[in-house]
């Protein structure tokens, strides 16, 4: 038993077009992480599901062919994701860059987080919580941008001028 190549194709071809959504939105704010970082970021981690999958179905196959095989083989199916959430997370730490008066860059380091979490949704496979992640994670960077400026940068400077 194998995964067929056009559930591969597919769920490849989807982590692309995802993480290039997410890195669009960080593109066109001239980010230091963008469209083609996080493109890519999603993608890797949905390889990485995609193999630990493979990596499984081999040694459920194997298992199935020796019965005395289960004892020796040990299954992790997490291991390789894990290792994919902290590299991403040393990555988008290396994105952020203390000014004097401003921290920039944690925003692009969660995107890329987050495309890892996404693409590896993606490579097991998990279609609902891929569509419904994303559909929140754009509500978020683009809806919470317009309720930032319309309303907490007004409660800002109506709270500065008041103070003077």
Aim: proline fraction near 0%.
């Amino acid at each position: 038993m194998q995964m067929e190549l056009s559930v591969l194709v597919t769920r490849l071809l989807i982590s692309a077009f995802i993480g290039s959504l997410l890195g669009l939105e960080r593109e066109l704010k001239n980010k230091s992480a963008g469209f083609i970082t996080i493109t890519l970021v999603c993608l890797g981690a949905t390889i990485v599901a995609l193999i630990q999958e493979e990596l499984l179905l081999k040694q459920l196959n194997l298992i199935a062919k020796n019965s005395d095989a289960i004892g020796i083989i040990k299954i992790d199916v997490t291991r390789l994701s894990a290792q994919v959430i902290s590299g991403v997370g040393f990555i988008g730490g290396g994105s952020i860059i203390y000014t004097k008066d401003k921290i920039l860059g944690i925003t692009t380091a969660a995107i890329l987080w987050i495309a890892a979490c996404i693409g590896l949704a993606i490579g097991y496979g998990f279609i609902y919580l891929t569509v419904g992640s994303i559909f929140l994670v754009l509500i978020i960077l683009i809806g919470m941008k317009i309720f930032e400026k319309k309303v907490i940068y007004r409660y800002k400077v109506k709270e500065k001028t008041s103070s003077h």
